[in-house]
Nanobody
Framework: QVQLVESGGGLVQAGGSLRLSCAAS????????MGWYRQAPGKQREMVAT???????NYADSLKGRFTISRDNAKNTVYLQMASLKPEDTAVYYC?????????WGQGTQVTVSS
């Protein structure tokens, strides 16, 4: 079983920055993919960025250049640095980890960007 705990969400003005963190605990296979997804009201959950344990990253095309994903394997923690935030970035952001065909989700953290 894996538990994911997100932190760092909140209210920010447009143009501001936020850093999300997600700490994973439990039985975690060393080779895994961690990522961030988001879901805005009335919309489907979408991928924001993912990072494999070796460091390779993947971003949603629309977010490249503003969001940066990173991880600390020793701490089983993944981060999402968000810059130049826009009101359309408002959503619940979810952390995910998956390996060997299994996937776990965090409870989500709200990010609200005011105009």
């Amino acid at each position: 079983q894996v538990q994911l705990v997100e932190s760092g969400g909140g209210l920010v003005q447009a143009g501001g920055s936020l850093r999300l963190s997600c700490a994973a605990s439990g039985t975690i296979f060393s080779i895994n993919v961690m990522g961030w997804y988001r879901q805005a009201p009335g919309k489907q959950r979408e991928m924001v960025a993912t990072i494999i344990s070796g460091g390779r990253t993947n971003y949603a095309d629309s977010l490249k250049g503003r969001f940066t994903i990173s991880r600390d394997n020793a701490k089983n923690t993944v981060y999402l640095q968000m810059a130049s935030l826009k009101p359309e970035d408002t959503a619940v952001y979810y952390c995910n980890i998956n390996y060997q065909g299994r996937s776990w989700w965090g409870q989500g953290t709200q990010v609200t960007v005011s105009s």
